[in-house]
């Protein structure tokens, strides 16, 4: 029997119908599933990538193409990316200086007054540097090497935090000599470096997952499967506090994210996925519960490591990149480490919104044109979409062979979510702010103009990306209680900067149905 026979008899009406379905269907979809831009080049990889207070991306790789093979130049070259100036190679451009050594595998967050701080950097492959650097976005340029005293010994893979006194936390990482740096450091301008003596800790992870929480305290929830707090005053002590519910450890290259629900929620972590091999587990710390504990959620549909997680401006967070493969592509590469066997990279992104009941809590995006695993990054920007760039550039059996130019990632895409879209696929019509501080202090309630006030759900703001080796340092949100009045907003800044350091925020307004403005971006202080 003809399977076609069908089809075949009435083609022209039923190739008409199936072409109406099919096109309604493709239009339709982005509502569903976000949409993916076109690729486009980037100059070189962008293994690290920070949204400045100007809302351009200062990013850098681990080389040049200049240093052919080489995996271990001693300097970088660090470059921006300006949105407004579309992807063409004119919206590219270079700092008025560089750093002057090698800021790959560094660590770095925010400044409270916008500036970037950079601790660490690459020697060779678990080497790392003593440097510390600022990049100032006002003037488009570095402070030159030796202008911040060098730290306790290296770090290669440290962790840099923001404190709620505007310090910032250097956490671990490997010293020059190869050995881990067991030492924490807190750097604050005007007084510079204070080692917390009594904070040593011996075989701690790279790049900790390490977060401010309610009470000033930081605490770490990855990658080890033990957590605990880190009170930063006077020498420093570590509390120990639980295991997470996953026994495979450590859960290595996986995004840990803070975030809130409302108000008065003083924050939850969620944990996603990594690990040697991949894992799909997802959990959750509340710090309102008492008592404390980890909580599972709804499993992330595809195991991942080396994936990224983004905060939105309506409180999901969305995955994307990483491979969930236990393999290796490579010889002498780790098994589960970097699997890029073709099957492996996971180019479908997912949402998660902690809001829907178990179940529910997954949804699987549009499937991005380029793999995206180690050495990836993924950053919010103003305009509530999302840059997905980078991966590659690394030694697969570690030893200074590189991998190949098909896995080196010079490029991005940027990914537009569902709420920018209207239920036939069309963008959506988006609510406006037309006008809101540059500045604000802690406590403040202020005025956000927008066209239409009783249309808006929800008022939220997130703090500016800086994000590599998927952990987003920098990354937290807060939603807003306000008021709608004639002609605008009467929006309450959070009053503790323990539950929002001080800093540079996108300010977003969500209409009723989720559909989110282009940002302001204000800085909050004391």
């Known amino acids: 029997m003809n399977r076609f026979r069908w089809p075949v008899r009435v083609p022209g009406l039923l190739v008409g119908i199936a072409l109406a379905i099919g096109g309604r269907a493709a239009q339709a979809q ?31 790789s681990r080389r040049e193409a200049s240093d052919g093979h080489d995996l271990n130049p001693h300097v970088c070259t660090t470059r921006i990316w300006d ?54 976005f ?91 707090f880190l009170d930063t005053d006077n020498a420093g002590t570590w509390s120990p506090f639980a295991d997470k519910i996953d026994t495979r450890a450590p859960k290595d290259y996986a995004p840990s994210v803070l975030y809130t629900v409302s108000p008065d929620d003083v924050g939850k972590v969620v944990y996603i996925g990594g690990g040697n091999a991949p894992t799909n587990v997802v959990e ?11 909580a599972g959620m709804d499993p992330v549909q595809f195991k991942r490591t080396q994936h990224n997680g983004t905060l939105l401006p309506d409180g999901t967070i969305l995955v994307t990149g990483g491979t969930q493969g236990g393999g290796a592509k490579y010889a002498g590469e780790m098994p589960g480490f970097n699997d890029l066997r073709i099957g492996s990279p996971i180019r479908s992104a997912e949402l998660w919104n902690p809001t829907k009941p178990a179940g529910q809590q ?51 895409q940027i ?32 005025t956000v103009g927008t066209s239409h006030p009783n249309q808006i759900g929800k008022v939220t703001w997130i703090r500016l990306s800086s994000v590599t080796h998927s952990f987003n340092m920098n990354q937290r949100m807060n939603v807003l209680a306000f008021m709608a009045g004639m ?40």
């Open 30 to 60: 982005p509502a569903a599933q976000g949409e993916w831009s076109p690729v486009f080049g980037t100059r070189n990889v962008m293994i690290h990538a920070s949204v400045l207070p100007n809302g351009k991306v200062l990013f850098w």
């Open 83 to 136: 949105p407004t100036k579309g992807t063409a190679d004119t919206a590219f451009s270079e700092p008025t200086n560089q750093p002057g050594y090698n800021l790959f595998c560094s660590g770095h967050s925010f400044l409270p007054d916008g500036r970037l701080f950079v601790a660490g950097g690459h020697i060779t492959d678990g080497h790392g540097e003593r440097h510390a650097t600022i990049y100032n």
């Open 138 to 228: 006002a003037t488009d340029s570095w402070t030159p090497l030796g202008t911040i005293p060098d730290m306790v010994g290296g770090r290669w893979y440290p962790t840099v935090v923001t404190l709620s006194d505007g310090g910032v936390l250097v956490s671990l990482g490997n010293g020059d000599d190869g050995k881990p740096n067991v030492t924490q450091q807190v750097w604050k301008d005007g007084s510079g470096w204070r080692e917390l003596t009594g904070a040593s800790f011996v075989n701690g992870p790279y790049y900790p997952r390490m977060h401010v929480v309610s009470d000033g305290h930081v605490f770490m929830s990855g990658p080890l499967r033990f957590t605990q």
């Open 284 to 294: 959750v710390l509340d710090l309102a519960k008492t008592p404390l504990a980890w």
């Open 362 to 412: 997954w949804t699987k995006m549009a499937k991005a044109a380029v793999d995206r695993c180690y050495h990836s990054t993924a950053v919010l920007l103003p305009d509530a979409t999302v840059l997905s760039a980078g991966g590659g550039e690394y030694s697969p059996p570690n030893n200074g062979t590189d991998n190949l130019p098909e896995d080196t990632h010079k490029d991005a």
């Open 415 to 446: 990914f537009s979510p569902p709420y920018l879209f209207a239920a036939n696929g069309t963008r959506a019509a988006r609510p406006d702010i037309t006008a809101a501080p540059t500045e604000v202090k802690y406590g403040d309630a202020f």
């Open 487 to 526: 002609g605008g907003l009467t929006v309450t800044a959070p009053a503790d900067p323990k539950r929002c350091p001080p800093g540079h925020y996108m300010l977003f307004v969500l209409d009723n149905s989720g559909v989110p403005s282009v940002a302001k971006i204000v800085r909050i202080h004391p």
